[in-house]
Nanobody, 130 residues
Framework: QVQLAESGGGLVQAGGSLRLSCAAS????????MGWFRQGPGKEREFVAA????????NYADAVKGRFTISKDNAKNTVYLQMNSLKPEDTAVYYC???????????????????????WGQGTQVTVSS
């Protein structure tokens, strides 16, 4: 079974940057795509970004495109989310997610849905002050 642990959240002023990390661990670390989701206060969970197993393909929500960058280090079993030009509306708990079972669809667009993942982290709080 794979476990995910997020880190890197915190309080930052608008316009600032943060980098989130998500480390995967377990007896056999095998993940297909990985992604980031977020849930702001009073809001539903929403897709932020996804990255394919090789790292060659990525996908972003329109709200973060051009400001956030997802990347991964397969040797460290870690996925990152570099967040620049942060806005107060980016305030949320950010969750890392992984697909560990064989997917039915290999397209990166498949991973915008939370249901496409089978493993989730506990979340890390990001607060952006105005």
């Amino acid at each position: 079974q794979v476990q995910l642990a997020e880190s890197g959240g915190g309080l930052v002023q608008a316009g600032g940057s943060l980098r989130l990390s998500c480390a995967a661990s377990g007896r056999t670390v095998r993940t297909y795509a990985m992604g980031w989701f977020r849930q702001g206060p009073g809001k539903e969970r929403e897709f932020v970004a996804a990255i394919s197993r090789s790292g060659a393909r990525t996908n972003y929500a329109d709200a973060v495109k051009g400001r956030f960058t997802i990347s991964k280090d397969n040797a460290k079993n870690t996925v990152y989310l570099q967040m620049n030009s942060l806005k107060p509306e980016d305030t949320a708990v950010y969750y890392c997610a992984a697909r560990t079972s064989t997917p039915t669809d290999s397209s990166i667009s498949y991973y915008v849905r939370g249901g496409s993942y089978d493993t989730w982290g506990q979340g890390t709080q990001v607060t952006v002050s105005s």
